[in-house]
């Protein structure tokens, strides 16, 4: 009897055109909720089926940074997010009649009541 090799499965070996590609991030929108994280997960496979580097080139950030951006342990900001839409060669739409995301953390933060200063009422993530 021969033994059963498993291997990590990875969604950028099997994006191989735009189409795939838009199909995916669509797909991603779709099933996020809300949470950015996600979709810079999904846009980081995207950007290793192109090319990583190619994509921070043409992003105008560093490879390292652009890793850190889309790795989904954080929600990047949203001028990197769309670079990296531009870099990729996508496009990002709106449509009327879709369900509202319910995002994650930022929904439930309520500022303290004793917060004086308006910088006492700015959520602090991270902590």
């Known amino acids: 009897m021969s033994k059963t090799v498993t291997t990590r499965y990875d969604v950028a070996e099997h ?3 735009p189409e795939e590609m838009a199909a995916y ?8 909720g809300g949470d950015a994280a996600f979709i810079a997960k999904a846009l980081g496979a995207i950007a290793r089926a192109k090319g990583m580097a190619q994509i921070a080139r043409d992003a105008g950030l560093s490879r390292e940074s652009l890793y850190k951006a889309l790795s989904g342990e954080r929600s990047p900001d949203f001028d990197t997010v769309l670079r990296v ?8 739409h709106a449509e009327a009649g879709g369900r509202i995301a ?3 953390r930022v929904a439930r933060y309520r ?17």
Not at 25 to 32: Q, V
Not at 111 to 127: F, N, Q
């Open 111 to 127: 500022a303290p009541r004793a917060a004086t200063k308006a910088a006492d009422r700015v959520p602090k993530y991270g902590r």
């Open 85 to 92: 839409i531009a870099a990729l060669g996508l496009e990002l």
């Open 25 to 32: 991030l669509e797909a991603c929108f779709e099933e996020a």
């Open 15 to 17: 994006l191989r055109t």
């Open 102 to 104: 319910r995002p994650s």
